[in-house]
């Protein structure tokens, strides 16, 4: 299989621009922070709701606590993926109850990780409630699942994929297109 | 964490295995580890799936926390005590293990009186086959979650010195804690009464001693094995009072040993014979912890296991 890559969709700077805006949205959104708290799932979304939380900070004055979910205990395709799921830990050091969780992720496509992570918090209380931030929302919805808010609205064909790059685990920053052909 | 893949559809022993999947084994333990402290302690990682509890021999510890350790991945669980099962009417273990894979079932945990009994039944079922401790041969479990339980204390198993007491020629419990704490890289030493230490034992990698003072002096923990006298030693060590005096954990001897010595054992622990009461209770015990840890350490074999199978089979 051949990939290619197609375009840059963005920069270090478009891309940070987007989430201080998507910061602004969810202290605007919560009337403060407030019983706020974000969840980044595995991997990127972690170094996302880190990001997020620092943007916050800056806005707010107050620390946002950030908790880390690993979804893969409660995937529906367990049984069928062909790369074996490699299990890590769910760190969230505080009780959720109650709280207003926002889930980060990097690329939002067919809902199924964010049905997952819904289910796996779920299991660990009952929060006030759950809204979702993505940095990009490819389309393809395969479930009744909408984010709260986005970085960026990316059209994609399904043989595309969406790479994002993150300083924190590839080394610089950036979202691009690839299409894999063959 | 290294980019290792498991691939083995049963566990059958750490001697099969390599280091890094002991390895894989125990980092997916720590993860399970904190569904263990959740208040809904249950994960859908394996819904549908059936894991079977066969045991030729009676246990209670092990077979309840594989049994846990199953519900808590909401897989479906049924025991099977040969004593009430159609073994007593003359069943092989292969045709029960047939079976029991007709009836499709995904896991058999097998416990078996003869070693060597579930490296033969995986060889013929397609389902996976977990070993539950086979006659004198592995407990791979047992000893995953020692090694667990020593790097949850210590943070690694790597240059650690592990002394293991006890009846080490009919120990399965020893065998497969050698082959895993070898593999890893911990010095080990077993220390037994001459009778039972096995012939060729050092060709695993290990001190031998008789000397239980020279067995504690610089080890970081001390795996103690229960004496069997209701079984095989009776004529090894008549006295058991005289099996206490000579190689009895006691107070005295911690004294003389490194100041947090950590003490294991795999239970269930005969007071006053090859542990003395305090000791067991004192605060560098983790034979407590050792149980709680068992129940991660299963679940991540269970999950390990079924992830290979289906892999295997697309």
Redesign the interface.
């Known amino acids: 299989m051949v990939k290619r890559q197609k375009a840059q969709i963005l920069d270090q700077e478009t891309l940070n621009r987007s989430l201080l805006r998507i910061a602004h949205e969810i202290v605007e959104h919560n009337k403060g922070i407030e019983n706020v708290c974000l969840v980044g799932i595995r991997t990127r979304g972690v170094f996302l709701a880190k990001r997020l939380a620092g943007f916050i900070k800056n806005i707010e004055q107050k620390e946002v606590p950030v908790g880390i979910l ?1 979804i ?3 995937r529906d395709d ?3 993926v ?1 790369s ?8 969230i050091e505080f009780d959720i109850n109650d709280k207003h969780i926002v889930l980060v992720d990097d690329v939002l496509y067919t809902g199924r990780t964010i049905r997952a992570a819904m ?2 918090l779920i ?3 009952r929060p006030r409630t759950i809204q979702l931030a993505v940095l990009i929302d490819r389309g393809h919805r395969e479930l009744p699942i909408r984010p709260d808010y986005v970085g960026k609205n990316i059209p994609t064909a399904r043989q595309e994929t969406v790479e994002v790059r993150l300083v924190e685990s590839d080394g610089k920053d950036e979202v691009v297109i690839v299409e894999q052909n063959g | 964490m290294a980019e290792v893949r498991w691939n083995k559809k049963d566990l059958l022993g750490l001697e099969y295995l390599s280091k890094e999947e002991i390895e894989l084994i125990l980092e997916t333990a720590d993860s399970f580890k904190e569904v263990t402290t959740r208040e809904i302690k249950k994960v859908p990682a394996l819904r549908g799936k059936t894991v079977v509890n066969l045991f030729y021999e009676p246990s209670t510890r092990t077979r309840v926390s594989f049994e846990l350790a199953a519900k808590r991945l909401s897989a479906d669980v049924i025991n099977i005590a040969t004593e009430t099962s159609s073994v007593r009417k003359g069943e092989t273990l292969i045709d029960t293990g047939r079976n029991i894979e007709a009836l499709k079932a995904d896991i058999i945990v097998v416990r078996h009186n003869c070693s060597g009994a579930p490296v033969m039944l995986a060889k013929h079922v397609s389902i996976s086959v977990v070993n539950a401790g086979d006659g004198w041969h592995e407990h791979p479990t047992q000893a995953l979650l020692d090694m667990f339980t020593l790097k949850e204390r210590l943070g690694r198993i790597a240059g650690i010195n592990v002394t293991i007491v006890g009846d080490i020629a009919h120990s399965r419990v020893a065998r497969s804690n050698i082959w895993g704490l070898t593999k890893l890289g911990a010095n080990v030493t077993v220390c037994a009464p001459p009778m039972l230490i096995p012939a060729g034992i050092e060709q695993m990698n290990v001190q031998v001693t008789t000397d239980i003072e020279e067995a504690l002096g610089n080890a970081d923990a001390v795996n103690v094995l229960r004496m069997q006298f209701e079984r095989d030693v009776q004529s090894a060590f008549p006295q058991q009072i005289e099996y206490f005096k000579k190689y009895g954990i006691t107070e005295e001897r911690l004294k003389r040993a490194k100041k947090d010595l950590i003490i294991m054992h795999p239970g269930p622990i005969n007071r006053g014979i090859e542990i003395a009461s305090e000791v067991a209770d004192c605060s560098q015990s983790v034979i407590l912890d050792q149980v709680t840890n068992g129940i991660a350490v299963r679940m991540a074999v269970l999950f390990l296991v079924s992830q290979a199978r289906d892999e295997n089979q697309i």
């Open positions: 690993d893969t205990l409660y367990l049984t069928l062909a074996q799921p490699v299990l890590h830990k769910t760190e289910d796996a299991d660990l209380g």
